[in-house]
């Protein structure tokens, strides 16, 4: 069996997900085919890789594949395929994001998911997906292709609508959201034995019911210290997340640096009191990447100099879908598809949600969840409105679209008016340049 690693540069989580299968039984022997652009990244990973596959004994075989030219050769009949690219990295395009909105009072935390820099991440990330699935269609047509790139709703659903139906988007909020919340509010006697629902989007999907192993209700006492601690603990950075529930009845997936810039309530210049009161971390992307890279570097040198010994299986989802899909034994995700029948009843079948899957030997399988709580719902599609916009752009190449998903972005359209709005995406698409396919 074949499986192929697109971004394999992305080296840490390359050796997350890979080293995740070598400790798979039913995986352990494939062939590993790496691929990336950036020639020392993808020889890092190479390395690390053959060190944990000595390491652990295993018969896997491991290829590297630089380069465009290269690419269909480490796509060629691969079983699976994952997906962990960033396009532009750090330098020159996160920069780009994070800089031209500041210079209009548009300020940012992560930037990856929605907002402005989500926008024109989608936006130079797709034509490359594009390429992707023209090969993977030629060569590798019967793949599950595992996408973790965000943005994710966009990335996925565009992939998914349009070139490569047999597509899943992962992100690891949904393994950590219950376990989060009990753990914040001190219960964490329930964590290992838990019952949970979560759906809605990805980095904004509701803990919908939080059970004990009887099925009691847990979400009375977590409301009841959840009020308690934002009265009496101002330090805590949680806070974003910690209001939805007094406010929208329900904990949300992703972290409150993200969601934070998903709604018009935290980020504003009128009220700039609101960044100290709810720690809100301006800029955090950004100085989260060079933390990386830094780490990085001091990490390849520890693990180049010393090889990888000790090591355990992660949580990331990959490796457990493989292994169901091969063995045939059914394993369950919170996972991105597209609304197809409205398994959220009240989103369009367009949009891309993030819902309980279930997996066996003949693939992906969405459950219905119904409708959600009115107010989540309405927060969800104040997202889904810029996602699909921004899905839309990407299709046209026209400019007014990307203006529009910018305009339909619940924190540029409540900061900005329409006018310093389309001057804005003017200067970032002049500035991504070549990064960017030609918009008219």
Known sequence: MKITFMGAGSTVFARNVIGDCLMTDCLKDSEFSLYDIDGKRLEESRTILESM????????????????????????????????????????????????????GLRQTIGDTLGIGGIMRALRTIPVMEDFCRDMNEVCPDALFLNYVNPMAMITGYVQR???????????????????????????EYI??????????????????????????????????????????????????????????YYCTESSEHNAEYNPYFIK?????????????????????????????????SLKDGGVKEFSRSNEYASRIMEAIVTNNTYKIGGNVLNANHLISNFPEEACVEIPCLIDGAGIHPTYVGALPTAC???NMTNINCQLMTVEAARTKKKNDVYLAAMLDPHTSAELDIDTIVKMCDDLIEAHGNWLPEFH
């Not at 988007?169 to 376990?179: D, F, K, T, Y």
């Open 162 to 188: 349009y070139e490569f139906p047999n597509t899943v988007g992962l992100c690891h909020s949904v393994q950590g959201c219950a376990r989060s919340i009990l753990s914040l509010v001190g219960m964490n």
């Open 269 to 301: 210049s009128k009220y700039p009191d609101l960044i100290e009161r709810h720690n809100i971390p301006l800029d955090e992307y950004p100085r989260r990447c060079v933390v990386q890279i830094e780490n990085w570097k001091k990490e390849y040198e």
């Open 192 to 249: 290992d034995e838990r019952k949970e629902l979560i759906a809605g989007i990805n980095h904004q999907a509701w803990l919908l019911k939080i059970e004990d192993k009887y099925g009691n209700d847990l979400y009375p006492e977590i409301k009841k210290r959840i009020h308690k601690k934002l009265l009496e603990d101002k330090e805590f950075d949680d806070q974003v997340r910690s209001i939805y529930i007094e406010r929208f009845g």
């Open 53 to 104: 596959n000595a390491s652990l004994g295993s018969p896997a075989r491991i290829s590297a594949h630089l380069g465009i030219e290269n690419r269909k050769k480490a796509l060629r009949g691969a079983s699976f395929v994952i997906n962990a690219i960033q396009v532009g990295g750090y330098e020159p395009c996160t920069v780009t994001d994070f800089e031209i909105p500041k210079k209009y």
């Open 377 to 379: 719902a309405a927060l």
